[in-house]
């Protein structure tokens, strides 16, 4: 009877082993990964950097800022380190892990997406997916700001960032949801796409009108919070 009970646990375990295993190779291939290997080799010249999101990761070239740089000033070494989908937490956590280098910055450029600045706090499960999971690389320094002072928070991300299948769970799913849509498109027409995938994907994020964008704006300064905790740390460690 132990021997029935040990075998399915067995194969459950092999199964979990092998597909976490298949989990991890898969998100070695991810933008937040490979912007992770660029960060740990930045190289010592580099005296200034882009942060943001897809706005600055697709808007800026890093060379065409070198070469239009003037003339009469001293050469600059830029690097882009924006990462698409994120949020100003994971900028923050970008901006430290480049500050740990040997590096000698005079330059920090930042680039949001609307209320960015003021925008809440958000790192709920549901939340830290896709290039939102950099934050499970980091998991004290990420906690700080979706929980301050709890432990919960920090052991719950740091034992998350551990677990293949949990922390990078949207590795796979995100290769299932690319061949999911090539099929979809069998017989139909083909839909605008861009670097970053549909165009309608990014169109869905924008306010549906002028109006309601104003709406939002205003809302945020009679509120007068200021600015978010990750934004007021990404400027300290500027200054």
Not at 20 to 27: D, F, P, Q, Y
């Amino acid at each position: 009877m132990r021997k029935r009970l040990l075998i399915p646990f067995a194969l459950l375990f092999a199964v979990l082993v092998a597909l976490n295993v298949l989990i991890h190779l898969t998100a070695r291939t991810s933008q937040r990964h490979h912007l992770l290997t660029v960060l740990n080799h930045l190289a010592p010249a580099t005296d200034c950097v882009f942060l943001g999101n897809s706005l600055v990761e697709a808007g800026c070239d890093p060379v065409a800022f070198k070469n239009a740089w003037p003339g009469s000033s001293p050469a600059i070494a830029p690097i882009n380190l924006a990462l698409g989908a994120t949020t100003p937490v994971e900028h923050d956590l970008i901006l430290k892990q480049a500050l740990g280098q040997p590096l000698h910055l005079k330059y920090v450029i930042y680039g949001f997406f609307d209320d960015q600045l003021n925008a809440p706090v958000g790192g709920n499960w549901s939340d830290l997916v896709g290039n939102r999971a950099f934050s499970y690389y980091f998991p004290a320094e990420a906690a700080a700001f979706y929980a301050p002072g709890s432990r919960l928070k920090k052991w719950q991300l740091g034992i998350t960032a551990h677990i293949p299948m949990l922390a990078e769970r949207s590795s796979l799913w995100g290769k299932v949801e690319m061949l999911r849509r090539q099929f979809e498109e069998i017989g139909m027409p083909k839909h605008k796409i861009n670097r970053f995938g549909r165009v309608d994907d990014f169109s869905a994020l924008e306010s549906k009108d002028v109006a309601s964008f104003n709406e939002r704006c205003g809302a945020i300064i009679r509120q007068r919070s200021g600015f978010s905790s990750p934004i007021t740390d990404l400027i300290r460690l500027a200054r």
